[in-house]
Nanobody, 118 residues
């Protein structure tokens, strides 16, 4: 079965940076896209960034220019480099993956807490 293994996350001060990593235990040819969701208490879950197997990326407006998503297709790994972090970025971040057979991001990681606070 597909399994996502995440690393990263933690506590960082405003203006700081963090790098999240996520590896999918599937063939690179099985993955259509990977990305990151986040959910904060009292806020709606949102798709932060995505990257396709072809390298196309998309970001939610609030993180454009600050976050960068990248991937290593050979390792089925996706990264989220977060810089200029703001308190409003505080959330649980979930790695997600979409297989070619799926119409949506059906594969989810366990989530990792990102806290931006002084």
């Amino acid at each position: 079965q597909v399994q996502l293994v995440e690393s990263g996350g933690g506590l960082v001060q405003p203006g700081g940076s963090l790098r999240l990593s996520c590896a999918a235990s599937v063939s690179a040819f099985s993955i259509n896209a990977m990305g990151w969701y986040r959910q904060a208490p009292g806020k709606q879950r949102e798709l932060v960034a995505t990257i396709t197997s072809g390298g196309n990326t998309n970001y939610v407006d609030s993180v454009k220019g600050r976050f960068t998503i990248s991937s290593n297709n050979a390792k089925n790994t996706v990264y989220l480099q977060m810089s200029s972090l703001k308190p409003e970025d505080t959330a649980v971040y979930y790695c997600v993956a979409r297989r070619y057979i799926d119409s949506d991001y059906n594969i989810w990681g366990q989530g990792t807490q990102v806290t931006v606070s002084s």
